[in-house]
């Protein structure tokens, strides 16, 4: 708490400096408080109650209470032994008399310690009660100390702290001796698809955590001297509807924001050919995303900024019909999940015809696209988190906690097989994934989880 409060103050400074010159010579200098005097009185006062709680609050203290209730436990057993012995051996006389005062004085000694432990109950509950106030002034006041960090200290150094716990629970996982992996289904030439391993990287999106729905990652079959480049796109209206493409030549360029390019799919949001869903890929130089208000899959051309769509069939769950979610949260607006993996770009929505269950539908490249193969699954849309395709096999996900995903479905398109039974956790950073999708050029899953960038590594048997 100490350093915590020194932050506060030490970040509390927030100073501006105006010059003029005075008859063309002399220069003077205005220093200007633009938050007003930190309350110093304040910080005072909650040093104050944390020193006052830890005298108060002392080992010896606490402990007190159990010895008293053990003492008075132990002189209860005593008791009940000499009553033993005086009805064994009692010989109405002499003897009697002597056990019986000797019960007498057992007796005055146990009420004495029972007073003792009223009073130290009395003690404990009247500071339990101070302490209890007091904390909750002192938290009151360290938010109110906090509106003075505006260099944003405290909030950075308390992010340290989780990332620093969150690396010791990494280094013991892998210290400990993973259980063999399980054959999974697929057909990729770099094996059997078995685990994930990550997170790899973890970035803030550059529009900050006011935006926690996006998609971002690399194109898995870029245009010439697009092969380093990274795409991203935020949902900027309403967490629901995106104009445009923020491009980055390169990891770096993303990491720190610098040098971004636009492509503006319409001027204006929402409107028509808007994004509508978090759900888009990157796929030969253009992206396929969810188009406004409608069930069908649009095409969007960089290079031309052309846009061509293929309607989904009519009985097709669209516009926040069917999305994503779990018992705590939906993913709005993840009706048509747009994936892409070694053969190009499916499409994962869901239809009345199928009760509501996820069908698995081919993107065919083409202006405009068109639907192909088609698959019906079990797989019931709302109990999944997100899905995502490697080597034509559909995974689904599903909510553990908020530190954990699990991968718990596959489709294989080939053998038509599906399986309920995979148990393959994905470590996360933040409490909900709004979006997954694989790209098999680098073999990374892309994740757009609470506004943060995050990738983890594919592992294959």
Not at 166 to 181: D, S
Not at 222 to 227: N, S
Request: aromatic content about 10%.
């Amino acid at each position: 708490m100490e350093s915590s409060l020194m932050s506060v103050q030490t970040a509390a400074i927030f100073l501006t400096l105006f010059s003029q010159c005075v008859n063309g010579k002399d220069c003077v200098c205005e220093l200007n408080n633009l938050q007003g005097p930190f309350p110093t009185d304040k910080l005072n006062t909650v040093y104050n109650d944390a020193s006052q709680c830890s005298k108060s609050i002392i080992s010896t203290e606490l402990t007190e209470l159990d010895s008293l209730m053990l003492g008075l436990q132990r002189r209860l057993e005593q008791l009940e032994e000499s009553l033993s012995v005086l009805e064994k051996e009692d010989d109405g006389d002499l003897y009697g008399a002597v056990s019986l005062r000797i019960i007498e004085l057992e007796l005055a000694e146990i009420l004495e310690l029972m007073e003792k432990l009223n009073n130290t109950m009395t003690f404990n509950m009247e500071l339990s009660e101070l302490t209890t106030n007091k904390l909750k002034s002192m938290s009151k006041n360290m938010k109110e100390l906090e509106t003075y960090d505006i260099s944003q200290v405290v909030s950075k150094e308390r992010e340290n702290l989780r990332m620093k716990r969150a690396l010791a629970e990494c280094q013991k996982e892998l210290e400990a001796t993973p259980p063999p992996p399980t054959r999974r289904p697929g057909h990729c030439p770099q094996g059997q698809f078995i685990n994930m391993e990550g997170p790899r990287t973890y970035t803030l999106n550059p529009y900050g955590t006011s935006y926690p729905y996006g998609a971002w990652g690399k194109d898995p079959k870029p245009a010439l001297g697009k092969e380093d480049m990274y795409w991203l796109v935020v949902l900027t209206s309403s967490n629901v509807y995106a104009n445009y493409i923020t491009h980055y030549s390169s990891w770096s360029t993303l990491m720190v924001n610098v040098g971004p390019t636009y492509s503006y799919i319409s001027s204006s949001n929402p409107t028509t050919n808007t994004i509508q869903g978090p759900n888009v890929v990157m796929y030969g130089d253009a992206l396929y995303y969810n188009c406004y208000y409608t069930a069908s899959v649009c095409r969007f051309n960089v290079t031309d900024k052309s846009v061509t769509n293929t309607p989904l069939p009519k009985t097709a769950s669209f516009n926040n019909k069917a999305p994503f979610g779990h018992l705590d949260a939906a993913y709005t607006y993840t009706d048509l999940d747009l994936a892409t993996d070694e053969s190009g770009v499916w499409v994962i929505y869901t239809t009345t015809e199928n009760f509501g269950n996820v069908v698995l539908s081919e993107v065919t490249q083409g202006v405009p696209p068109s639907l192909g193969r088609t698959w019906q699954t079990s797989l019931h849309k709302r109990a999944a988190t997100n899905t995502f395709m490697i080597c034509g096999v559909l995974y689904a996900t599903r909510f553990v906690d908020k530190d954990k995903e699990e991968i718990f479905y596959s489709f294989d398109t080939v053998t038509k097989e599906e399986r309920y039974d995979l148990k393959i956790q994905i470590k996360k950073t933040q409490t909900n994934i709004q979006y997954l999708n694989y790209n098999p050029r680098d073999r990374l899953l892309y994740a757009f989880s609470d506004a943060y960038m995050v990738t983890y590594d594919t592992v294959y048997q």
